[in-house]
C-alpha cells in the first residue's frame, strides 16, 4: 500500500502538468485572399516561445493553459497581436493584411527581417515582385535575371547575353528552376528579357554559395524562381502595356478556397516597333517572343495541397546582315526556339512534425536554326528532355531541429543535331547525331540544429549517382595518342538501356552561424557540387544553338569545392544591412576547346573537348538601406578565375600548360541601386554598373607566309577589353496610391543607358586592303550591342 501512494505520489504531479497544456494549431492567410502564408512567426512573448507556418500556411503548438498575447509577424504583411484564452485543445485561424505600397520595403524573405544574419547560408539572396519592381527596367519590364547582375558576385560576358557567371562559374553552371522544373534557357530575345513574367512569379531564391543538399546537378549556383498563389476567394486582372511588350494576368477561383487558377502572358512586337520608325540599320531583322504561365491549386483538406503549373515560352530571333556580318558568317540564318515546362506538386502536412513533397517534373527545350538562302537552305535542329521526379520529407522535432530527408530520379534525352536540306538548290547534305540518354538518381538529407543561443549549425549530404546509356556507338582511340580522326581504331556499339558509363559523387555540405549578439554574427560554409550535363559553346557568349553534352567514357563530369565565411551585421533599428564574404573554389574537369575547332553537328565532341582544373577566389560586399524614403544598396566584387589545361600533347595543351582565365574572368564589379520615395505617387530610381573588361586573346605579332600576313597568338586570354560603365534611370507614378482594392494603375518611364556609352561587347582586328607586299595595316573594331539611350514607356494596371 506504500509502494501504491508513494507511486501516485509522483505521477500526480505529472498528471496535472499534462493536462496544463493544450495544443492550439489552425493556419495563417492573406486577408482577402485566403492565400496561404508560409513562414509567418507566431510568438507569445510572455514565455519566448514561438513557431512558424509551413508551406501550407499550417502551424501546432503546445503551450500551458491560460490567457496569452500571441504575435504574429512576417515581413510581408502588417503585424497583428491577438488575444488567447488557451482552455483547451482548439483550432485558431488568422489572417495579415499585406502591406501595400510600403516605403520601408526593399527586400522581401520568408522568415523575420533579421533573416540575414540569423539564417545559415552565405551566399545567399532573396527578392519579391516588390523589391524589384523599384528597379529601373529595361525596356519597361521587371526582370529577374536583370536584377541578379546588381548583386555581388554575379556578371555577364556582355549586354545582351544569354545567362550570367557566378563566382568564377560559366553560365551552364547555373541551376535554373521554375517551380523546381530546369530552364535550359532563361532568356527571350538573346538576352534582353528573361523568360519570367514578373506578374506570376511570387519570389526567388539566389544560392551562390551555401547551397542546400536538396539541390544538385550544378557546380555554381542555383536560382530556383516561385510562382505565385492563384487567388483563391475573387477574380482579377493585371497587366502591362509598353513600347516594346505588353503583358496580361488572369486569377479565378472555380471552386471558392478550394480550386483556383491563373495565367499570365507576354507578347512582344520589336518588328513592328522597327518597321514603324524605319529603323535603316536593323532593316530585315527578326525579333519577337510570347510566352504563357500558368497555374492551378486544389486543396482537397486543409492538409493537402495539390499544384500543377506550366510554361511555354517561343523566340523568334534575326538580326539583320549588315548588323551582325562583321561577327556571324552565318548572318541569314534565322533563330527560333521554345521551351516547355510542366511541373506537378503534392504537399500533405501530417502534423507539427512532418511535411511530405513530392513534385513530378518535365522539360523541353528544342532549338531550330534557319537559313533560307537558296544556296545553303538547310534546317538544324536539336533538343533535350528532361523528367524527374522528386520527394522530400521535412522532420520538425522541436524548434531547434529540423531535417529533410529525400530522393530525386532524373531522365535525360539528348537530340544533339540534326541538319536536313529544305531546297532541292541547297549544297548541304543531310546529317544527323545519335540521341544521348542517361539517368541520374541522388539521395539527400539536410539537418539544421540550433546548438545554443549562439551557435547553429547546417550539415546537409547528397549522394549521386550517373549513368550514361545506350543506344550509342563508343568511338576508340589509340592509346598515348591525341583523340583524333587519325588515333581512331574501332567503336564499341551499346544497345538500348545498357549502361555505357557510371559515375558517382558524394556531396557534404556544411554551414555554421555564430552570433556575436543580436545583430551581428559570423558564417561559414563549406560545400561540393557535381554537374553532368554541360552546354558546349566555343563563342565569346552562348547562342541558343549551342550544344548541351552528357558526361560519358571521354567527358567526365565537372566538380566543385566551395569554401566561404563572411561578417554580418543589421543596424539596431533594422534600417541598414552589411556583408562581407571571401570565397574560394576549386574546380575539375572544367571544360574548354582546341582552338578552331567545330562543336555544332561534330559526331566526335571528344576530340575537341579538353578538360582541366581550376580555382575560383574573390570577396564580395553588400550594404543596403530598408527604411527610410531614400532605399537601396551597394554592391563590390573582386574575383578571379584560373583555369589550366595539360594534355599528352600540344594539340591538348592550352596556353603552353599555364594558368588563363575564361573569358568571362572579370576581376572587378560594382554596382549602386538607389530608389526615392518623393511622394506617395512618384518615385524615382537608378542603377549604375561597372565592370572590368572580360578577357579576351588578342595576337602578340604577324607573320608574314606566302604573300600574307598572319597573326600568332602566344597565350590565352591574357589581354582585357574596355571596362563596362552604364547608368540607368526610372520614374513611376501611381495613378491610385491609397486605394488597397479596385482599380489601380501606374506609369513607368525608364532611362537606359542615360550616358549613350557604346560599351564594347567585344573588340576585334581585320587586315586592312595592303598598298604593297610590306603593308601590315590592321584595323581595330569595337562591336557595342546596345550604343545609345534606349526609353521606354510602361503602363501597368490592376483590378
Avoid at 467 to 488: C, D, F, H, I, M
Wanted: charged share 20%.
Amino acid at each position: 500500500m506504500n509502494k501504491f501512494w508513494l507511486v501516485l505520489f509522483v505521477m500526480l504531479p505529472i498528471c496535472n502538468f499534462a493536462q496544463s497544456k493544450v495544443t492550439i494549431k489552425g493556419t495563417i492567410t492573406q486577408a482577402n485572399t485566403n492565400t496561404p502564408i508560409y513562414g509567418a512567426n507566431i510568438l507569445i512573448p510572455q514565455t519566448g516561445y514561438g513557431t512558424t507556418t509551413d508551406s501550407l500556411g499550417n502551424y501546432e503548438m503546445t503551450i500551458l493553459k491560460g490567457s496569452f498575447l500571441i504575435k504574429i509577424t512576417h515581413q510581408g504583411y502588417f503585424s497583428k497581436n491577438f488575444q488567447l484564452d488557451a482552455t483547451k485543445n482548439a483550432t485558431q485561424n488568422f489572417t495579415l493584411d499585406e502591406k501595400v505600397n510600403d516605403l520601408a520595403e526593399v527586400e522581401v524573405s520568408a522568415k523575420s527581417a533579421n533573416q540575414n544574419v540569423k539564417s545559415l547560408t552565405t551566399g545567399v539572396s532573396s527578392l519579391n515582385y516588390k523589391a524589384l519592381k523599384k528597379l529601373p527596367t529595361l525596356l519597361g519590364e521587371v526582370d529577374i535575371i536583370k536584377s541578379l547582375f546588381t548583386l555581388p558576385g554575379v556578371t555577364t560576358v556582355g549586354e545582351g547575353a544569354s545567362g550570367f557567371n557566378v563566382r568564377g562559374g560559366n553560365i551552364d553552371q547555373n541551376l535554373i528552376l521554375l517551380e523546381e522544373a530546369p530552364i535550359f534557357n532563361s532568356s527571350h530575345l538573346m538576352g534582353f528579357f528573361s523568360v519570367f513574367n514578373p506578374d506570376a512569379f511570387r519570389d526567388f531564391n539566389f544560392y551562390r554559395g551555401g547551397v542546400p543538399a536538396q539541390f544538385g546537378g550544378r557546380v555554381s549556383s542555383v536560382l530556383s524562381v516561385n510562382l505565385k498563389d492563384a487567388n483563391a476567394s475573387k477574380f482579377s486582372i493585371n497587366g502591362g502595356v509598353g513600347t516594346i511588350s505588353s503583358r496580361l494576368f488572369i486569377e479565378s477561383p472555380i471552386i471558392k478556397d478550394k480550386l483556383s487558377f491563373f495565367v499570365a502572358g507576354r507578347i512582344s512586337y520589336v518588328d513592328q516597333v522597327v518597321n514603324l520608325f524605319k529603323i535603316k540599320r536593323l532593316s530585315g531583322s527578326k525579333a519577337n517572343f510570347y510566352d504563357v504561365t500558368a497555374k492551378a491549386e486544389y486543396k482537397p483538406t486543409k492538409k493537402d495541397r495539390i499544384s500543377v503549373s506550366a510554361f511555354i515560352g517561343n523566340d523568334n530571333f534575326k538580326l539583320a546582315k549588315d548588323t551582325i556580318s562583321t561577327i556571324d558568317e552565318n548572318s541569314d540564318a534565322r533563330y527560333h526556339w521554345t521551351s516547355r515546362n510542366l511541373s506537378t506538386s503534392w504537399s500533405h502536412y501530417f502534423g507539427p512534425k512532418f511535411t511530405l513533397k513530392t513534385h513530378g517534373i518535365f522539360a523541353n527545350y528544342d532549338v531550330d536554326i534557319i537559313n533560307t538562302d537558296s544556296a545553303s537552305a538547310f534546317t538544324l535542329s536539336s533538343s533535350i528532355a528532361y523528367k524527374s521526379l522528386k520527394s522530400v520529407l521535412i522532420f520538425t522535432p522541436n524548434e531547434k531541429h529540423e531535417a529533410e530527408i529525400g530522393v530525386q530520379v532524373n531522365s535525360y534525352l539528348i537530340k544533339p543535331g540534326s541538319l536536313l536540306p529544305t531546297l532541292e538548290t541547297s549544297n548541304k547534305n543531310p546529317a544527323l547525331l545519335p540521341d544521348e540518354r542517361a539517368l541520374e538518381s541522388a539521395v539527400f538529407v539536410n539537418d539544421k540544429i540550433k546548438i545554443n543561443s549562439k551557435f547553429d549549425m547546417g550539415i546537409g549530404l547528397r549522394f549521386a549517382l550517373y549513368q550514361a546509356l545506350g543506344s550509342s556507338k563508343v568511338y576508340n582511340y589509340e592509346a598515348n595518342q591525341p583523340r583524333s580522326t587519325l588515333s581512331l581504331i574501332d567503336s564499341t556499339m551499346f544497345q538500348k538501356g545498357d549502361v555505357i558509363q557510371q559515375y558517382s559523387s558524394i556531396e557534404p555540405r556544411i554551414s555554421f552561424n555564430y552570433s556575436i549578439n543580436a545583430n551581428s554574427s559570423i558564417k561559414a560554409s563549406a560545400n561540393r557540387m557535381s554537374q553532368f550535363i554541360n552546354l558546349l559553346s566555343n563563342t565569346t557568349a552562348a547562342l541558343p544553338s549551342d550544344r548541351w553534352k552528357l558526361s560519358d567514357v571521354y567527358t567526365k563530369p565537372q566538380y566543385s569545392n566551395q569554401f566561404s565565411i563572411g561578417y554580418f551585421r543589421n543596424s539596431k533599428e533594422k534600417t541598414y544591412e552589411l556583408s562581407a564574404e571571401i570565397f574560394y573554389k576549386q574546380l575539375f574537369n572544367a571544360i574548354d576547346y582546341k582552338d578552331g575547332e567545330t562543336l555544332i553537328l561534330n559526331p566526335k565532341p571528344e576530340t575537341v573537348i579538353l578538360q582541366g582544373d581550376g580555382f575560383a577566389y574573390g570577396a564580395e560586399l553588400f550594404i543596403k538601406k530598408n527604411l527610410g524614403v531614400l532605399t537601396g544598396w551597394l554592391s563590390y566584387t573582386y574575383s578571379q578565375t584560373l583555369i589550366k589545361i595539360v594534355g599528352d600533347s600540344p594539340e591538348e595543351t592550352i596556353n603552353n600548360g599555364n594558368y588563363f582565365p575564361p573569358i568571362f574572368n572579370r576581376p572587378h564589379s560594382f554596382n549602386a541601386v538607389g530608389s526615392y520615395q518623393a511622394s506617395k505617387t512618384v518615385s524615382f530610381s537608378g542603377n549604375l554598373n561597372f565592370t572590368s573588361g572580360r578577357a579576351i586573346t588578342y595576337p602578340a605579332s604577324k607573320l608574314f607566309l606566302s604573300g600574307s600576313f598572319l597573326p600568332y597568338y602566344n597565350s590565352r586570354n591574357q589581354s582585357q577589353i574596355p571596362n563596362y560603365f552604364r547608368i540607368d534611370l526610372s520614374m513611376n507614378i501611381e495613378t491610385h496610391p491609397y486605394r488597397t482594392k479596385g482599380y489601380r494603375s501606374n506609369w513607368n518611364f525608364s532611362l537606359y543607358n542615360i550616358l549613350f556609352r557604346r560599351n564594347a561587347y567585344s573588340v576585334f582586328l581585320r587586315q586592312q586592303t595592303p598598298l604593297n607586299i610590306y603593308d601590315s595595316r590592321v584595323k581595330i573594331y569595337k562591336l557595342s550591342v546596345l550604343g545609345s539611350i534606349i526609353p521606354s514607356l510602361t503602363y501597368n494596371f490592376k483590378f
